[in-house]
């Protein structure tokens, strides 16, 4: 998988400007690079890919630059991947005007990921969206479809 996030801006979108967006329109500014990724997708090396109401997906692929101490892939970087899918999948689904925080999320290593993986996919979906609480369920996973790790959320929602 090509580095697609060289191509993007970085940064972050003011709050004016998030106001005028549905989370929808929000997301698909990232996919599309109409909007900056943030920062930590930078540090990283991730990217934005799809987003549809509901349904996102972050890729990477992990390198020299992720690993932990004993040479397989930092679980800090699955955690990220899962943050990010499943608190943008929630954000999809809200209005203009509104936002969403991750209260907490909950993770599972199932797979050690090492550079040899190759390209891994964190895949979050929207289990339950309602006007103050949303959860999600994310995946990753290798470009075979394997489970590399399981994440769940609870994010809060509000008047942006």
Do not use: W
């Not at 970085?10 to 500014?29: I, N, P, W, Y």
Request: hydrophobic fraction near 40%; charge should be neutral; aromatic fraction near 4%.
């Amino acid at each position: 998988m090509a580095n697609r996030s060289t191509s993007k801006t970085f940064g972050t979108v003011s709050a004016d400007r998030q106001k005028e967006m549905s989370g929808l329109e929000f997301v698909q500014g990232l996919v599309d690079g109409t909007l900056p990724l943030n920062t930590i997708a930078k540090t990283l090396g991730y990217d934005v890919i799809e987003a549809a109401s509901g349904r996102v997906v972050v890729a990477v692929e992990p390198n020299g630059t992720h690993l932990n101490p004993a040479g397989t892939v930092h679980g800090g970087l699955a955690a990220t991947l899962l943050d990010s899918c499943m608190g943008l999948a929630i954000q999809s689904t809200l209005e203009k005007g509104v936002g969403q925080t991750t209260v907490e999320f909950k993770i599972s290593l199932v797979r050690p990921i090492t550079p040899e993986t190759g390209p891994v996919n964190a895949e979050g979906v929207v289990v339950n969206c309602g006007r103050r609480i949303g959860i999600a369920e994310g995946r990753v996973t290798d470009r075979m479809g394997r489970l590399l790790a399981h994440g769940t959320t609870t994010c809060l929602i509000f008047q942006a």
